[in-house]
Each structure stands twice: as structure tokens, then as C-alpha cells.
């Protein structure tokens, strides 16, 4: 069973930067998708970033498309998600996920796997 933990959230300021990490516990995640998805109190749960197995395609949300990064180690089982210039609408807990298909996806039911989720709050 693939395990995902995330970590990196907090407090920031609007305008500053965090960085997500998403660690998983077995190598074969290597071959996998992943993605970053986020959920604000009282909304549903949405997309905000995937990449391909190999790093070659990445998609975004046109909410955070200019701002994030979506990046991976396959050395280190490790995904990041860079976040800049970040706004108050970026508050929610994040939380990544790995599919089993190669191919990066947006859909939420295309993926196997899901962290705990990491709170990120960005304040006046």
C-alpha cells in the first residue's frame, strides 16, 4: 500500500512563498502520476497541479498557472509544489496524490493514492 505524507504548509503572508513537499514510501511511485489538490473549508475538493511519471508534463489550474510549480525527485519518491505570490483564496489543506497511470491527469478519479493533507493559510 502507497503511502503519501505531505509537509511544508503554514502560515504566510499574502505575496510570500511556500514549498510542499509529498514523500512516498515505496519506489514504484517512480512510475506513477502525480498531483496536487486542495480543499477550502466549505468547498469542494479541486485540482491545482499534475505531472507525468517522467517529469515531461505538467498541468495546472488556471487559478494557480503562473504562480506554482509542480516538480519531481523520482530519486527520492519526492513531489513539490513551489507556491508564489500567494493569495488569500490559496488558503485550504492540500494534498497530493499518485496515480497509477503514467500519464499526468486532472481527474480526481484517476487517482489511487492520497495523503493526509498539509493546512496552508495565507493571511493580510
Known amino acids: 500500500q502507497v503511502q503519501l505524507v505531505e509537509s511544508g504548509g503554514g502560515l504566510v503572508q499574502a505575496g510570500g512563498s511556500l514549498r510542499l513537499s509529498c514523500a512516498a514510501s515505496?519506489?514504484?511511485?517512480?512510475?506513477?502520476?502525480m498531483g496536487w489538490f486542495r480543499q477550502a473549508p466549505g468547498k469542494e475538493r479541486e485540482f491545482v497541479a499534475a505531472?507525468?511519471?517522467?517529469?515531461?508534463?505538467?498541468y495546472y489550474a488556471d487559478a494557480v498557472k503562473g504562480r506554482f510549480t509542480i516538480s519531481r525527485d523520482n530519486v527520492k519518491n519526492t513531489v513539490y509544489l513551489q507556491m508564489n505570490s500567494l493569495k488569500l483564496e490559496d488558503t485550504a489543506v492540500y494534498s497530493c496524490?499518485?496515480?497509477?497511470?503514467?500519464?499526468?491527469?486532472?481527474?480526481?478519479?484517476?487517482?489511487?493514492?492520497w495523503g493526509q493533507g498539509t493546512q496552508v493559510t495565507v493571511s493580510s
Open positions: 505531472i507525468s511519471w517522467n517529469g515531461g508534463t505538467t
Open positions: 496524490a499518485a496515480s497509477r497511470l503514467g500519464a499526468a491527469t486532472i481527474s480526481v478519479r484517476q487517482y489511487n493514492y
Open positions: 515505496e519506489r514504484t511511485v517512480s512510475t506513477y502520476s
